[in-house]
């Protein structure tokens, strides 16, 4: 089965920038598209970005506003979410999912998911 490890969280100023990493390993990896989701105490798990490893072609939620890069790396498995401008409601529990479908938002579409990474954003 495939695991996927976050790294790259932690405790920001707002305006401030942070990197968050995902790196796949184990089992056979044939997923085609990779997700970063997050989710905040009470609120729903929202979709933050999504990319395909052939083609890429990424996708963002309309929160984002421009200021979150995804991008993915097919040598090392590794899938980056570059977040600039960062906002007090930012904070979240950010997650990195794989999928067999591209372009969806929906976490119900995902096979795999990693633990998450605390991202806090304070004034």
């Known amino acids: 089965q495939v695991q996927l490890v976050e790294s790259g969280g932690g405790s920001v100023q707002a305006g401030d920038s942070l990197t968050l990493s995902c790196a796949a390993s184990?089992?056979?990896?044939?997923?085609?598209?990779m997700a970063w989701f997050r989710q905040a105490p009470g609120k729903n798990r929202e979709c933050v970005a999504t990319i395909n490893w052939i083609g890429g072609s990424p996708w963002y939620g309309d929160f984002v506003e421009g200021r979150f890069t995804i991008s993915r790396d097919n040598v090392k498995k590794t899938v980056y979410l570059q977040m600039n401008s960062l906002k007090l409601d930012d904070t979240a529990v950010y997650y990195c999912?794989?999928?067999?479908?591209?372009?969806?938002?929906?976490?119900?579409?995902?096979?795999?998911w990693g633990q998450g990474t605390q991202v806090t954003v304070s004034s």
């Open positions: 999912a794989a999928a067999g479908s591209s372009y969806s938002e929906n976490p119900d579409d995902y096979d795999y």
């Open positions: 184990g089992g056979t990896f044939t997923s085609l598209a």
